[in-house]
């Protein structure tokens, strides 16, 4: 199993709102890249975001944003042990 591509511009999207509060939103312009775009409609099918261009997170949003910046903490620590080590 694998993250897609669309998985990974969630993921990005996610990463942008702030993990500290809640009373940030996006707005995803028109012109911005068609994976953003296309991440933006797609979290907010899911519940994750308040409009299909951004807005603000979902309390489910919330928790996802907050575990994605959990995982991409986790990662790059990791990524700092390894280098460490050598």
């Known amino acids: ?50 409009q299909v261009d951004g807005g603000y997170l979902t309390s489910l949003g919330v928790q996802a944003a907050e575990h994605a910046h959990a995982l991409f903490t986790l990662l790059n620590s990791t990524d700092q042990v390894l280098l460490q080590s050598h």
């Open 1 to 50: 199993m694998s993250y897609s591509q669309q998985n990974i511009a969630e993921l990005n999207l996610l990463m942008l709102f702030s993990s500290l509060s809640g009373l940030e939103g996006l707005k995803i312009h028109k012109n911005a890249d068609a994976s953003m775009i296309a991440a933006a409609q797609h979290l907010h099918l899911g519940g994750f975001i308040t």
